[in-house]
């Protein structure tokens, strides 16, 4: 009994270093899903691959809901080469589109990963690419094909290659509770701690090139920004002011942050330059003025502010003016973020009391509820424009929750242990 | 609830020293026997007083369990950072407690409940910090004995998802 207790916590704990901190489970597709086959890739090396990359590739292309992928089970024939595909095979199958692909060492630590893409009922090529890689990279390679898949057949960039950083809150039973900033793989591999703290966490906001995090932390007794080097851990404290510190933002060009600063009496929106150190305060209003987020030109902040006594998102010029109303639906609206294309303004909004994720556009000033919870919260867009992930409730759990743009596609990722909250996707990594 | 006990007890003790004494002033010898509104003396020499706030308790008037002072938190209404009526009396209590102990700082801790976006909260709780922070001043607590901290929905009391635990996390909490 005691033999097996102990196997049970060192399989636990070596299985937590590669496995999946979230399970994705979809809960809706798109009717009309494009039927794949994405065939396991040869391999011509001794041990085995480090990665099963066609079923990473597989897995991301079923993830985003436009793709039904085969099974490995029905696959009649396993081509690893063009000159090796039957076309006939893959048509009796229903299948319109097929991957193949094989893996080849390469030097001491590297390999090379070719794929090709093809229309089955045309028998013809689509795309195809040879990619060198290394050990660690592999996953990411993997991830990379799937992007170049769904862009040719989607028309739009694909965001597997990209990662999602996160809240997760721990408590064991009454005890003390434990806060972390994580960041993970888009499909939920890899996760890893970045900041683990006993007082709050919050606001986690990517800089433009992927590299940092900025973020709220309580670990002083009271609110400040910190911003992070996510691949050295380096980090430094940027304002601890008093009053609140909250809602960091960059603008696109990384060399400002939009922040919510109370240390002038009542919250309003700050812009820092990170050079300068300079700060420039952009509302001067005594009502609340919070969460900035910026416009992809840089031209424009949104911000939440009750100055027309209830919560709604407002618009200012990134360089200091009037402030002009932007929602007008519903009595409470907050948290606006653009769209990485400029169109759309994601944000929490409030109907029949209930909180849940809204998209608007920007030309039309319609506005669509995309999510079903009642205390749904934190949109954040993919890269691609495509997909929002955002905070939401199954049952007394916070987890996360993806929903299309056009809110067609819905999936589920849930934490195995404890709450998990506020998602934010990174951009492109350059 | 503690303003009732309060009360209850200084009735109480009242009772016990009026059934204890005579009610009118009388001339034995040369002793005067004079009823006093703090004290009274009985014949044989025991001496009871009467039961006030301040001076049944000996010790820190934080400690108190039978003072306002021992109220050390406030709650609020939804959507709401003004501090309702039936609090004004604690919140006196403390602001006459600071401004008697000026070497005293105290630290408002705003919290708002889980309803709507985390850094919205994080102001409204500010917000309610703040309305208390004014009351103290206004009753002569200098500004440099308060600190004040708003924790948004981050530090819930209550971890439930109902009405009666947004109505516990609603609140500012008075931490010495």
């Given amino acids: 009994m005691r033999q097996f207790f102990y196997l049970v916590v060192f399989w636990v704990a070596w299985q937590a270093a590669a496995q999946a901190d979230l399970t994705i489970e979809i809960t809706e597709g798109v009717e009309g899903a494009l039927p ?43 081509p690893t080469r063009g000159e090796q595909v039957e076309f ?38 689509l795309i195809g690419y040879s990619i060198p890689t290394t050990g660690p990279n592999l996953r990411r390679t993997a991830h990379r094909i799937a992007d170049l898949i769904y862009e040719k057949l989607m028309g739009v960039p694909g965001a597997f290659a990209t990662r999602i950083a996160y809240i997760t809150s721990v408590r064991q039973g009454d005890g003390p509770e434990r806060i972390d900033l994580r960041i993970a793989d888009a499909d939920g591999y890899n996760p890893q701690t970045i900041v683990s703290s006993s007082e709050p ?42 009053g609140i510190n909250g809602a960091p933002a960059w603008s696109p060009d990384g060399r400002k942050l939009a922040m919510a600063l109370s240390k002038g009496g009542n919250l309003d929106i700050y812009v820092l330059d990170l050079a300068t150190h300079k700060l420039k305060q952009l509302t001067h209003h005594y009502a609340i003025d919070t969460e900035p987020a910026w416009s992809p030109d840089g031209r424009q902040i949104v911000f939440t502010s009750d100055r027309g006594g209830k919560p709604q998102i407002y ?26 294309d400029g169109k759309l303004l994601a944000l929490v909004t409030r109907e029949d009391g209930n909180y849940r994720i809204a998209v608007q556009d920007l030309e039309s000033g319609v506005m669509q509820v995309l999510s079903q919870g009642s205390l749904d919260e934190s949109p954040s867009f993919a890269p691609n424009s495509s997909m929002i992930i955002y905070a939401s409730k199954a049952g007394y759990r916070g987890v996360l929750a993806a929903v299309s743009v056009d809110g067609r596609v819905r999936q589920r990722l849930a934490l195995q242990e404890g709450d998990v909250r506020e998602p934010v996707w990174s951009p492109y990594e350059k | 609830m503690n303003r009732f006990l309060t009360i209850l007890f200084a009735i109480g003790l009242s009772l016990l020293m009026l059934s204890g004494c005579s009610s009118t002033p009388s001339r ?3 002793a005067e026997v004079t009823e006093q509104s703090t004290g009274a003396q009985t014949g044989a020499g025991a001496t009871t007083s009467a039961a006030s706030q301040g001076e049944a308790w000996t010790g820190d008037p934080l400690q108190n369990p039978n003072s306002l002072l021992a109220t050390r938190v406030i709650y609020f209404d939804f959507d709401q950072s003004n501090v309702r009526m039936d609090y004004r009396d604690v919140i006196s209590a403390h602001a006459e407690y600071l401004a008697t102990h000026p070497d005293v700082t105290v630290r408002l801790e705003g919290h708002a409940d889980e309803r709507g976006t985390r850094e919205y909260n994080l102001a409204l709780g500010e917000q309610r910090a703040m309305a208390v922070r004014s009351l103290l001043m206004a009753e002569g607590v200098a500004d440099n004995q308060i600190v004040v901290v708003s924790y948004g929905e981050e530090r819930p009391a209550s971890y439930e998802h109902n009405e009666e635990a947004w109505a516990l996390n609603r609140r500012v909490e008075l931490v010495y």
């Fill in chain 1, 36 to 78: 794949i086959a994405v065939v396991p890739f040869g391999w011509q090396g001794k041990a085995q691959p480090p990665q099963d990359v066609a079923g990473i590739i597989a897995a991301d292309l079923h993830r985003s809901g436009r793709f039904k992928t085969l099974p490995q089970v029905d696959m009649l024939a396993r």
């Fill in chain 1, 88 to 125: 006939r095979d893959w048509r009796g199958l229903g299948v319109d589109n097929l991957v193949v692909g094989h893996i080849q060492p390469s030097g001491t630590s590297g390999y090379v990963v070719r794929f090709q893409l093809f229309d089955v009922y045309r028998g013809e090529q």
């Fill in chain 1, 201 to 242: 966490l919050l606001s986690p906001a990517w800089s433009p090139d992927g590299r940092k995090l900025a973020y709220v932390s309580f670990e002083q007794g009271q609110s400040a920004i910190y911003v992070q080097e996510v691949f050295t851990g380096q980090r430094r404290k940027l304002t601890s002011y008093k």
């Fill in chain 1, 315 to 340: 618009r200012i010029p990134s360089y200091g003016g009037p402030a002009e109303r932007v929602t007008f639906q519903n009595p409470y609206n907050a948290r606006a973020s653009y769209s990485p």
């Fill in chain 2, 28 to 30: 034995e010898g040369g």
